[in-house]
Nanobody, 125 residues
Framework: QVHLVESGGGLVQAGGSLRLSCAASGRTGSSYAMGWFRQAPGKEREFVAAISWSGDRAFYADSVKGRFTISRDNAKNTVYLQMNSLKPEDTAIYYC??????????????????WGKGTLVTVSS
């Protein structure tokens, strides 16, 4: 079992930046790919970014490419999402997720094995 806790959400003006963190605990000795997903009010949960266990591969949704960066520090069992040039349409609850093994393509929601409870990001115009 892997326990994930997100932090770093909040209210920011359009054009601003936030950095989300996701701390993992539990059976973190195995190799897990990590991902960020988000869910806006009235919408389905969608993929944002993912990173392989070693960090050598990363994937992004088209809507965040060039603005968001995913990274991880395996020594700290933590994954990050640096979000720059935020837009009002980025407003959502952001969820951290883990999948056993590696990723070779942007994962779907159903590909992930563990989820955090989410952190709210609100971007004002």
């Amino acid at each position: 079992q892997v326990h994930l806790v997100e932090s770093g959400g909040g209210l920011v003006q359009a054009g601003g930046s936030l950095r989300l963190s996701c701390a993992a605990s539990g059976r973190t000795g195995s190799s897990y790919a990590m991902g960020w997903f988000r869910q806006a009010p009235g919408k389905e949960r969608e993929f944002v970014a993912a990173i392989s266990w070693s960090g050598d591969r990363a994937f992004y949704a088209d809507s965040v490419k060039g603005r968001f960066t995913i990274s991880r520090d395996n020594a700290k069992n933590t994954v990050y999402l640096q979000m720059n040039s935020l837009k009002p349409e980025d407003t959502a609850i952001y969820y951290c997720a883990a999948a056993r093994g590696t990723v070779v393509a942007p994962p779907a929601v159903n590909d992930m094995d563990y989820w955090g409870k989410g952190t709210l990001v609100t971007v004002s115009s």
